[in-house]
């Protein structure tokens, strides 16, 4: 009986590390399969820019439409500010066009573009500086400090006695 259960658990135990192989191995495979889709679907962005660009031959009309066809704000213009376009053009466009400026300001921040070109062509398009600096602080990694009040501080009168001593109005 003893060698039995011996035999038992040996036997559950190689059932469970063949268990935890397979999730293992199906847990590599499906990282490598989202790492391998996600390289995929940016070549597809900057694929899909160039392809229109070609056809428009002017960047403007090319990001709008991609915009329009519902791919990525922020990939779209990265990758046609990589693609060697003008970043505040492609900004004002991806702006113009109904893109997050959020997603417009971060993408062009990851294409290298710095933060008073953007800022400057996203007000240019029309976006209120309060959206653009909300954008930026994101796209930039700050985060907004806390509202703490001031410490108060607390002012005497020069002098001694309760009610303060003489001042010279020079000393103003």
Excluded at 113 to 132: N, Q
């Amino acid at each position: 009986m003893d060698a039995l259960f011996v035999k038992k658990l040996s036997m559950d135990s190689v059932l469970c590390i063949r268990k935890l192989a397979v999730l293992l191995v199906a847990t590599l495979c499906m990282t490598v399969f989202g790492t391998i889709s996600a390289v995929l679907a940016q070549e597809t962005v900057r694929d899909t820019v160039a392809k229109e660009y070609k056809e428009t031959r002017d960047i403007c009309p090319a990001v709008k439409q991609v915009l329009k066809n519902g791919l990525d704000t922020k990939e779209t213009v990265k990758s046609s500010i990589e693609l060697g376009h003008d970043a505040c053009l492609v900004v004002r466009c991806a702006i113009e066009g109904g893109g997050n400026i959020e997603q417009v300001i971060v993408g062009a921040l990851a294409a290298g573009a710095t933060s008073d070109v953007c800022s400057r062509c996203a007000i240019e398009a029309g976006a209120s500086p309060a959206e653009v600096a909300k954008a930026l602080e994101t796209g930039l990694g700050y985060s907004p400090q806390l509202a703490a009040g001031l410490s108060i501080i607390e002012i005497g009168l020069p002098g001694n006695a309760r009610g303060g001593g003489v001042m010279s109005p020079s000393a103003f």
